[in-house]
């Protein structure tokens, strides 16, 4: 069991009521115009009647082509969004250019940092339009 626990619904957990799961909800949150842009992500958001934000995380293979990449990028996404106070909404994270390089690959610390600021613009941005 993690330090968070298992089951619970706390302010810092990922439990299944707080991800985007459901096909026909991802379309739902894609068919609005995106909210913000950064130089590698699109967040897409929508209000929603809950209590609390939800997330979905879109990693194409295409930008992302080896598995540990798209599973640090997730992991980063998931973290920040648990981390960052988000109004009662939908948000969809996607991937919308390639992140990898041969020189720089996605799991080094530098691009981590970055592909972490970016997250946390986007998610910022959110919280200060919805006040």
Known sequence: MG???????????????????????????????????????VLYT????????????????????????????????????RTTGLPPIDCVVRLAKPVNTKANPATSTPLKAALRIELARLFASQTKARQ
């Not at 979905?56 to 080896?66: I, M, S, T």
């Open 46 to 81: 929508r209000q929603n009647q809950l209590p609390h934000a939800r997330l979905g995380v879109v990693v194409a293979k295409r930008f992302a082509p080896r598995a540990v990449t798209r599973n640090t990028i997730k992991r980063l996404t998931r973290e920040l969004f």
């Open 3 to 41: 330090s968070n626990g298992s089951t619970g619904e706390g302010s810092h957990d990922f439990a299944r009521a707080r991800r985007i799961v459901k096909t026909d909800e991802f379309s739902s949150v894609f068919r609005l115009r995106p909210a913000q842009k950064s130089a590698h992500f």
